[in-house]
Each structure stands twice: as C-alpha cells, then as structure tokens.
C-alpha cells in the first residue's frame, strides 16, 4: 500500500474568533510539511480570512479551499425569538459561483440573520445553492444533533432535506473521531444511511500541545477562567491538524471516508479574481463620458481658483495630470471624491486643506478637493499616481469631526445603502493586553498580572520584551506561574481579537457589496465590509478615507466665535504670514495646535524663531510624512528637475538662498536627540 492521503476540509483559523488558534502562516508551512495538496478554511459564520488564507497556501504550494462553518437557524432566519440554538453546517465552495453564493450567504447570516449568531435558513439555502458542496457537520449540526436527542427519524429526514436541496453529489455525511464518546455511535448511525461519507477532524489548532491555548482563547472569549466548572470545554486535545498516517489509522477501515476528502479537495477550485479594479459609476450630465466631464471642470475652475489667471507652466501641468488619470481609468474616481466634497463645502461642513500624497495633485487643488497648491511648494503628482506602478489612488479627506456622518449619509443616498459600507479592523492582542487576558482567563490575582504587564515597553513583543527588561526575565525564569503566563501569552500575542469600525474606510461599488465582498454586522447595527482595507485594495475595491478631525470641529467653532464679533470672519482669508503668529511659534506655545504640540517640537521652535511657513514644514518633515516632506530632496542642490521645473517662481529663490530646508533638518535632528 502506498503513503495515505488526506485532506483537512473541516478546519478553523485563527479568524474563528477567540476560538481558532491556527495562525494561517504556520499552519501553511504545516500543511506543505505533511504533504497536504489542499486544505480548507471554515471559520465560524465569517469570511474574514478567505485573502491571507488563499495567499498563504498558494505560496506554499498548498491548494486553499474557501469554506465556512455556517449557522443554520432550526427555522425561519427571520423568528429572532426562543432558545433553540442554530445547527452547524459545513460548507465549501467548488467554483467561483459558489465563492460568491458563500459571501452572499454568510453575509445575510448578518444582514437579515442575526439572533446571537449569524444564521442563515433553508431558503437561503437553497437560493444560493450552486456551486456548493456541503457536509453534514460537526456535533452541533443538525444530524447529529437530532440523532443525539433520540429522534433518528429526525435526523435522517433532515439527511433528506440537505440532498434534496444541494444535490446527492454535493453533499456528504461528516465522520468525525476526536475521542468524544458520542462520536462513536453517531458515526455507525451515519454509516448505516449507505450515503457518501468523508472524514474530517475540526482542526482548532496545530498540534495537540496547543490545546491549552485554545482552551485560553475560549476562556478570554467567553470571559471565563479555566477552572470554571460551567464554563464551555471542547474536552479533548484531538483537535488538531492531524496527518495523512494519524486520520488513515482512525479512518481508513471505512471505504471513502479518507478517499473523498480528496476527491472533493479536486472538485473545489476557486480562482479569486485579482488585481481588477471596480469603480462605482458617477452619476454624469447628459452629452458627458467621466474624462470630458473631468476636463471640463478643470478648465473651468482652473481660473477662479487662482484669482482670474493660472501661473505660468499650470496648464501644462494640468493637462499632463489629466491624461495620466484618464489613461489610467481614474477619471469617475476623482468625480466622485469632488462630488462629496463638494458637498460637504455646499452644507458648510468643515473639510481639511488636504494630507498625504493627494495633496500634490493640480486635479485636486483646482477642483477643491484639496487647499495646498502644488504648484506654490514644488509638490510631485507622481506622489500620488505613476502610470509605471498602477495602483489604486488614495485621498485621505479630512472632515468636522462633528459633522462626518453627514458626509457618509449623503454617499449613502446617492450611491445606495447596499453599495456603500464602513470598513472592518481587527484589534489584535498586543503584548500587554494579551498578558491581561490571559492572566484573567487563568485565573491570577490582577495585582500580580498588572505588576508583569507593566514591566514591558511600550510598543515590544513578548519575546522582545523578555530579551531586554531584566526584571520581567527574572520573574520569568524565577516563578513558573509567571513563565505559564507570559508562555501562553506568547501563544495568543497578535492573534486577531474582536472586529471593529475603521476609523475613516468607506468602501463604494457600482453594484451591490455582496457581489465582491462578504458583509458583516457590527453589535450598533452598522454594517461594514469583512475584508480589511487592504483586502480591499487586493480585490480592486474602491475605499476612501472620511476621516474626522477634531482640530476642524475646534476651528469652526473658534470661527462661529469670532463672527459674533466680526460678521465677515473668513478662515480662509488669513494670512500665512502672520508676524504675531510666528512670534507665539517661536515662543513655544503650541499647545493644541496640530502635529506641533509635542513638546520637542516646541523646543526645536524655539531654538529655530520661524518666520515663514517653510520653516514649520521642516519641522511638519520629521513629525509626520505629509505632502510636504521630500521638499528637502526635490529642491536643495536641484536633486530632482521635474519638481523644480513645476515650482513656484516666487518660492524658488526662498529655498534656494541658504540651502534650503536641509540645514533646518540637520539642527532639528540634533536638538531632538
């Protein structure tokens, strides 16, 4: 007989949240390691991981199946009452069809599922059917569930129903044998129904050594300590990703149990669709295409906007812009990011001068999405988009903090509630806070735990951590329920904890979300985007940053104050060479003003006595990336043609007579170390 061959199609990731401790990159490594040509992901009721799990496999030479383990409620998804808890159900996805019948289906287990856990029905089901291949489940699915309880007839008509709506060669019973008692009966009654039988193992981490930590996980998750007696226990350590040889020896007595995990390891083949680019469509004037609407507003706006006539050389850089965006199909996007910034300047909402890379682009400044005039600083539109490396473009836009949901409201309306969603993140356990939790879950005195967390640096991983803080090694090497802790915390420390809202990511498409990403629903009601956002890039979706600020919010109301007094107030009328303004810099006294109240900052102000705003934007280059950073590199020696070529002629000779910003760097990096 030759080596026995097997495929994990029933396996959680670390994106089975606070229950799965399979990290994705050494459970890839492992699955190379044993031989595996596939292996699958079926995290409870969410796609989260579908792009770093795909990725990972496929650079490891491993076959990645995108599955999920789906809650099916005992009726209707729509009956949110009762305590009967929904069933488990294995499902895989054979093709790209059933890929995208899978994010439909997991995501109206949130969108119109939800009763404690997102639970699909039947009639889902059976609409999303296709391409689809499913498994009977664990212990907590529906067969084995209703033979446990003593209703075998039960049991084999619910058998019945899942063949009659996916197909008989699309569904499978699911033999299982992690030492549980239950699982021995419940698998001869399975075997008995003569159906086609796979055999899987419910793989919740990589090797039996790592059964505490998941018991921790559980434990954190539920907020429960380890010697709770009513606490949840999976009572075995068999759950792990298991070899070919180990499952052969509990399975291979059955005919197909181990033979169809591979034959459906074949038949499900999913190829994602990478590197696209999917841009919602702006809603244009009659006569108009996206790039002659573009170029019409440029046109018309390029003379207001610098007071009746353009500067010289500003029509050429517009038109070299305006090709390169239209040559490269980003003409609707930035009609749509004009369009709600427009907007929001209509209904007095307060919107940012511009940050990052979009504030160097002429596009921008003349269609007011941005206030920084590239032309005035010398800044490089190819910052911000290169034909020679395609690559979604990113504006990062900044609003009253107060008054940022209006602006996603009105995108809302206009682009439709199902095309139009927030972005998810991921808190992860960082060092400290995965000693907390773990220090709760194994039951430490939080005295004795706050006193470990405090002895790692901020910002150091565990193992950094115990390299550099002697104190926390000796207490490591000294006490052992001290080296449990930090060990199992090693063990959980950057794990995904709980999703939450992104900050400012809102994601827009021409079609419906569900179309392109799976959807999940926040514990507010708000529903957001399961991919993060650099999942979304990965997959061509548009994401833009609404990103609310404070300082706007002070702004205006310091605005609406002063207009008691003076009625004509203009913000924006304010000179930026203000004596008494860079007399108070120069003193230090920039607390609560934006990215110069660090207290070194106002020290190097102090030695430094600004008196024009090139000054501030060599401090501005070492306090944060910004549009005005590489200033020094493009002008000081004339290192960079281009940028001169587009600079300012009253701005030139001002960098240029004492070498500019460079030599402000070089004291403001002595001061500051």
């Given amino acids: 007989m030759g080596r026995p061959e097997f495929v994990h199609l029933h396996l959680h990731t670390e994106y089975s949240l606070l229950d799965g401790a399979n990290r994705i990159e050494p459970l890839a490594r492992r699955a190379?390691?044993?031989?595996?040509?596939?292996?699958?992901?079926?995290?409870?009721?969410?796609?989260?991981?579908?792009?770093?799990?795909?990725n990972t496999m496929r650079r490891h030479g491993v076959k990645p199946i995108i599955g999920c383990e789906l809650y099916v409620a005992p009726g209707s998804r729509h009956v949110k009452t009762g305590g009967e808890k929904p069933y488990h159900l294995t499902v895989l996805a054979e093709d790209y069809t059933g890929y995208k019948n899978l994010v439909k289906l997991v995501s109206a287990g949130y969108t119109e599922g939800f009763y404690y856990k997102p639970r699909v029905d039947l009639e889902l089901l059976n609409t999303y059917r296709k391409g689809l291949i499913v498994l009977s489940g664990c212990l907590a699915g529906e067969v084995s569930q209703k033979f446990l309880s003593g209703q075998a007839d039960e049991a084999r008509r619910a058998i019945g129903r899942y063949r009659e709506i996916f197909g008989p060669d699309h569904y499978f019973l699911e033999l299982q044998d992690l030492g549980l008692p239950e699982q021995q009966g419940l698998n001869c009654f399975l075997l008995e129904q003569g159906l086609p039988v796979v055999a899987t193992n419910d793989a919740h981490y990589l090797g039996p050594q790592d059964a505490r930590t998941q018991d921790v996980l559980i434990c954190i998750g539920t907020n429960k300590t380890i010697d709770d007696p009513n606490r949840l226990r999976m009572?075995?350590?068999?759950?792990?990703?298991?070899?070919?040889?180990?499952?052969?020896?509990?399975?291979?007595?059955?005919?197909?149990?181990?033979?169809?995990?591979?034959?459906?390891?074949?038949?499900?083949?999913?190829?994602?669709?990478?590197?696209?680019?999917?841009?919602?469509?702006?809603?244009?004037?009659?006569?108009?295409?996206?790039?002659?609407?573009?170029?019409?507003?440029?046109?018309?706006?390029?003379?207001?906007?610098?007071?009746?006539?353009?500067?010289?050389?500003?029509?050429?850089?517009?038109?070299?812009?305006?090709?390169?965006?239209?040559?490269?199909?980003?003409?609707?996007?930035?009609?749509?990011?004009?369009?709600?910034?427009?907007?929001?300047?209509?209904?007095?909402?307060?919107?940012?001068?511009?940050?990052?890379?979009?504030?160097?682009s002429l596009v921008a400044y003349v269609l007011g999405i941005t206030d920084v005039d590239p032309l005035r600083y010398g800044l490089l539109f190819e910052r911000f988009l290169n034909p020679e490396r395609v690559d979604m473009p990113d504006f990062d836009i900044d609003f009253c903090y107060e008054r940022r949901g209006e602006v996603i409201e009105y995108v809302h309306n206009k682009y439709g509630a199902d095309c139009v969603a927030q972005v998810i993140t991921f808190n992860t356990m960082a060092a400290r806070a995965s000693v907390r939790d773990v220090g709760r879950a194994l039951g430490m005195s939080y005295a004795e735990v706050d006193r470990v967390a405090k002895l790692l640096p901020w910002g150091q991983s565990l193992d950094s951590a115990l390299e550099k803080a002697e104190e926390l090694r000796a207490l490591y090497q000294e006490r052992e329920e001290v080296r449990t802790l930090i060990d199992t915390a090693r063990a959980v420390e950057g794990m995904p904890r709980n999703p939450s809202v992104h900050a400012a990511g809102v994601v827009i498409t021409a079609e419906p979300l569900v179309e392109h990403v799976p959807l999940y629903k926040m514990g507010d009601d708000s529903i957001v985007t399961q991919f993060d956002m650099d999942q979304l890039k990965e997959i061509g979706l548009l994401k833009m940053d609404f990103l609310g600020l404070r300082t706007l919010t002070v702004i205006d109301h310091a605005v609406k104050f002063v207009r008691r007094e003076q009625p004509d107030f203009d913000i924006e009328k304010v000179p930026m060479d203000d004596p008494e303004t860079y007399a108070m810099l120069a003193r230090g006294e920039t607390l609560g003003i934006f990215q110069l109240e660090a207290g070194w900052v106002a020290d190097v102000l102090r030695q430094m006595k600004p008196t024009r705003f090139e000054d501030i934007i060599a401090t501005i280059s070492l306090c944060r990336p910004g549009p005005m950073e590489h200033i020094p590199d493009y002008i000081a020696g004339k290192q960079n043609p281009e940028a001169v070529k587009y600079l300012h002629p009253d701005l030139e000779p001002i960098l240029s007579e004492t070498y500019g910003v460079m030599v402000y760097q070089e004291q403001i990096i002595q001061i500051a170390n």
């Fill in 32 to 54: 190379a390691e044993l031989g595996m040509k596939a292996m699958a992901m079926t995290d409870h009721g969410v796609l989260f991981g579908v792009l770093p799990f795909y």
């Fill in 235 to 360: 009572n075995t350590n068999e759950m792990y990703v298991k070899s070919a040889e180990e499952m052969y020896w509990r399975f291979g007595h059955i005919p197909g149990a181990l033979e169809n995990s591979l034959a459906i390891a074949e038949r499900c083949s999913v190829e994602l669709p990478m590197g696209q680019i999917h841009l919602p469509h702006y809603a244009l004037p009659p006569g108009y295409d996206a790039p002659g609407y573009l170029r019409k507003l440029c046109h018309e706006r390029i003379g207001p906007r610098y007071g009746g006539r353009p500067p010289e050389g500003a029509m050429e850089r517009l038109e070299h812009e305006l090709g390169v965006i239209i040559h490269m199909g980003f003409a609707g996007y930035f009609l749509i990011v004009w369009d709600f910034v427009e907007y929001a300047r209509s209904r007095g909402i307060p919107v940012g001068p511009g940050r990052g890379s979009g504030a160097s």
